[in-house]
């Protein structure tokens, strides 16, 4: 059975860091394309950034291109999110999400959901 568990999220001023884990079991990471969205209130979900850890591909949406970087530990079978220089734009729920392609990983319907980690960021 697959299964992600996230953690790490909190309140964080401006300007400050946050790591987000999503811990996976069920499946190696070299299986599926492993990744984050997230949703603010009032908003629709939306892609962050995913990782392949077959070939080694990585997807950062424009808004957090220099800031955040995601990576994985194979052994631990768990993906990471490094949030740097966060803003007040960056408040919401974080969403992990596996897929076995990167066009099932944009589809809503297909892949498998974490039950989201908010992150509050204060100005």
């Known amino acids: 059975e697959v299964q992600l568990v996230e953690s790490g999220g909190g309140l964080v001023q401006a300007g400050g860091s946050l790591r987000l884990s999503c811990a996976t079991s069920g499946f190696t990471l070299d299986e599926y394309i492993v990744g984050w969205f997230r949703q603010a209130p009032g908003k629709e979900r939306e892609g962050v950034s995913y990782?392949?850890?077959?070939?080694?591909?990585?997807y950062y949406k424009d808004f957090v291109k220099g800031r955040f970087t995601i990576s994985s530990d194979n052994g631990k079978k768990t993906v990471y999110l490094q949030m740097n220089s966060v803003n007040p734009e960056d408040t919401a729920i974080y969403y992990c999400?596996?897929?076995?392609?990167?066009?099932?990983?944009?589809?809503?319907?297909?892949?498998?959901w974490g039950q989201g980690t908010q992150v509050t960021v204060s100005s």
């Open positions: 999400k596996a897929a076995t392609s990167r066009a099932r990983w944009w589809a809503p319907t297909y892949g498998y």
């Open positions: 990782i392949s850890s077959s070939d080694g591909r990585i």
